[in-house]
């Protein structure tokens, strides 16, 4: 194991005696050997181990249901590092970002309770108990703003409107980040990259144990989307660089000072597009830069190397097999702490230097899930006892602050069959939506008063992760939780000016939702397609009526759109609400979602703006908040079945939300996800 020396001070903390205690035990298991470099020439194998895009999932525990739920949680990842470190002498524990938002716990010591300056948060006081060696920055850092950035990183941002000079409890170990740039100093907003000076065992050519210093450079990367996603926080605060570019930059610095391996942090992922210096998931002409030995990847909350018999990568230049992306060593652990990346790089030592053998590396992932039982439930590894007692307060003190009343529902509000027409989850969020802007236009914005406010949301929960993936809210009391439900992320509300066409073209790039359906083809055929539930938007309202005809291609499906009951014209100028991300990055959908239609960006999370509608409007009933469906699938009789997968005893939840064309074709859908097999009749 590596000589945390870095650390020192850090795990010696009181706060954190415990986990020094652990360390040291660790340490004192790495003696053995000689502690003198040798002339000799050696080998040895340092293991990478990531952990990526946890998302503040401390525990295996869902906030929004109130219950455990074993299948994520890093307190379970924790115990596959410890299972590494025993397996390898050599080890460097890595996280890669998108690490401090998405659970209510988050928020909580964000927005609700904000943390003091001298306390660490939860998710980083977690994985002080593991040590880790280095982490970087993923595009959900930049969430609550630069200056919270700055109070959990420890200061030293020196950035306009943050004190740069603050000493808070930071992360407890170095934040890299070479493709983040502060305006005011044209300087790197954290530190590039760092080189860990360490010491590794080896085995000597003679076959003895040898104990050899090395120097590991880690250099980090995030997405340059953070500048359209958080453009309220650091628009003329901050640049970014591509990543390609910042790698160019740095990576030989790294090799001259001295760095004998470099691991590149990249939160993002592998795209088979052009590339550019604004590229979201570059990852495969970052791994073509000179002197990466090794890259973590993140972001898309997918999985490398997959084993999978179609992957979820297979671009020219990825070997799953081999676990390389253009030859260099690479992992990427899915999300929420369910895997563990390991990259064990094969090293040799000349006499002088390392070297990375990559031929003779290895990349694997290791899944928290390690099987099913007699009755085919899932199984997973225990959880680490050293987590949960660090964070026990605070964890209990954010179920309290959720489950404060707001409101009633006399509804079931699901997700589970959105895609197939149930406003149920999905209603109450653009009637939010649309009251809030509309309130703020008539107050501030009189040059569109007269324009017609609609508003757009999407199932943000639609089954990615399984079976208990989906937005569900059961009847009766609505507490902060049951909103935080039905809104997700700590997105911002947007407002952007559209005419009727533009419309149309949103509608016409959210139905990608949907493969195409031949009517002809006697087999099954899956509706859903790859395309994100999250990018589903989707209007409920009676004022706009429309078709989805999924037996046309991509941009020729949507029929018969109206507004107040006439043929919607194309150049009647609308305004819809949204939120911050499709507002400024959904160009994919229409050029004015570039943000170049954006007439207000508001200060205020959608989330919050549901909490507030409810909590005005406390009785939410089926007829007033669950029932408005603007659209509906065009009538097609087809051959063959066309299915869709959703949770499982949920027809009842169908048929509550009067789709009397759903049915159930199989209890046990087969993918292992806990969902059911599904059947949608086209022809009614």
């Known amino acids: 194991m590596f000589d945390r020396t870095l650390h020192h001070d850090f795990l010696v903390s009181h706060r954190l005696r415990l986990a020094a205690l652990a360390s040291s035990v660790a340490l004192a298991a790495c ?43 890093f ?47 939860s998710m980083y006081k977690a994985m002080g108990a593991l040590g880790f060696d280095a982490g970087t920055l993923g595009n959900h850092e930049f969430n609550y703003g630069l200056p919270f950035l700055n109070q959990v990183l420890g ?88 990543a390609v570019e910042s790698a160019t930059k740095y990576v030989p610095e790294l090799r001259a000072k001295g760095a004998d391996v470099v691991v590149a942090l990249l939160h993002g992922g ?25 890259m973590v990847m993140g972001h898309q909350h997918s999985v490398f190397p997959d084993t999978a018999a179609t992957p979820a990568f297979s671009q020219p230049g990825v070997d799953n097999k081999a676990g390389t992306i253009n030859g260099v060593p690479a992992v990427m652990a899915s999300s ?46 225990d959880a680490d006892p050293a987590v949960a007692p660090l964070i026990e307060s605070q964890h209990q003190a954010a179920i309290q602050y959720v489950k404060t009343p707001i409101g009633n529902t ?43 406010v609609l508003s757009v949301s999407a199932p943000f929960k639609s089954g990615f992760q399984g079976g208990a993936d989906y937005t569900d809210v059961a009847a009766g009391p609505l507490a902060i939780y049951n909103a935080a439900d039905l809104y997700l992320y700590p997105n911002t509300v947007y407002a952007v000016k559209v005419n009727g066409a533009d419309i149309k073209g949103w509608l016409e790039a959210a139905a990608k939702r949907f493969n195409q ?19 589903f938007d989707m209007f409920t309202t009676a004022d706009v009526q429309y078709e989805i005809d999924v037996t046309q291609p991509v941009g020729s499906r949507i029929k018969n759109l109206t507004y107040l009951g006439k043929p919607i014209d194309a150049a009647k100028v609308f305004v819809i609400a949204t939120n911050n991300y499709r507002a400024t990055s959904g160009k994919s959908f229409i050029d004015k979602l570039d943000g170049s239609g954006t007439i207000w960006a508001s200060p205020d999370a959608n989330r919050d703006v549901v909490i507030d509608y409810v909590r005005r409007n ?56 806990g969902t059911s097999k599904y059947k949608l009749d086209l022809s009614k």
């Open 410 to 452: 006399d509804f079931r509000m699901s997700t589970l069959f959105a895609d197939v027409g149930d406003p149920g989850a999905i209603q109450i969020v653009n009637q939010a939506q649309r009251d809030y802007v509309a309130a703020y236009i008539q107050a501030n914005l009189p040059q569109h008063k007269d324009l017609p």
């Open 517 to 535: 359906i031949d009517p002809a083809k006697t087999g099954e055929q899956q509706l859903i397609s790859t395309f994100p539930g999250y990018n």
């Open 155 to 242: 200061g030293g941002l020196d950035v306009d409107g943050v004190d740069a000079t603050k000493k808070c409890a930071g992360a407890g170990y170095p934040a890299v980040l070479a493709n983040v740039y502060s305006s005011k100093t044209r300087k790197p907003l954290v530190q590039p990259y760092t080189i860990l000076e360490r010491k590794i065992i080896a085995t000597s050519s003679d076959g003895k144990s040898v104990t050899l210093p090395i120097k590991v450079g880690v250099i980090g990367f995030t997405t340059p989307g953070i500048m359209n996603w958080d453009k309220r926080y650091l628009e003329g605060k901050v640049y970014t660089e591509g």
């Open 618 to 673: 406390a009785n939410v009933t089926r007829a007033a908040n669950g029932a408005a469906k603007s659209w509906r699938f065009t009538q097609v009789k087809t051959a063959g079945d066309v299915v869709f997968s959703s949770g499982a005893n949920a027809l009842s939840v169908a048929q509550a939300a009067g789709l009397t064309n759903v049915s159930l074709l199989a209890a046990d859908d087969g993918s292992g996800k």
């Open 31 to 73: 003696g053995g050997g000689s502690d003198d470099a040798t002339s000799q020439s050696a080998t040895a194998t340092l293991a990478v181990l990531e952990t990526t895009d946890l998302h503040f999932n401390v525990r295996s525990y869902d906030y929004f249901k109130l219950a455990e739920d074993k299948s994520y949680g």
């Open 270 to 294: 592998l795209d088979s597009g052009a590339y550019s210096p604004t590229m979201e998931n570059p990852g495969l002409y970052v791994s073509k830069v000179p002197g990466i030995d090794a």
């Open 75 to 121: 307190e379970r990842t924790a115990t596959l590092v410890r299972a590494a470190r025993k397996e390898f002498a050599n080890t460097l524990l890595v996280d890669n970002g998108d690490t401090i938002q998405g659970t209510a716990l988050a928020d909580y010591e964000a927005t609700v309770n904000p943390i003091a300056c001298t306390q660490q948060l």
């Open 336 to 381: 929420w702490g369910k895997a563990l990346g390991v990259i064990q790089l094969s090293l040799q030592w000349d006499g002088k230097a390392w070297a990375v053998n990559k031929g003779a590396s290895k990349s694997e992932l290791r899944n928290i899930q390690t099987g099913k039982d007699a009755a085919g439930k899932a199984v997973y590894v």
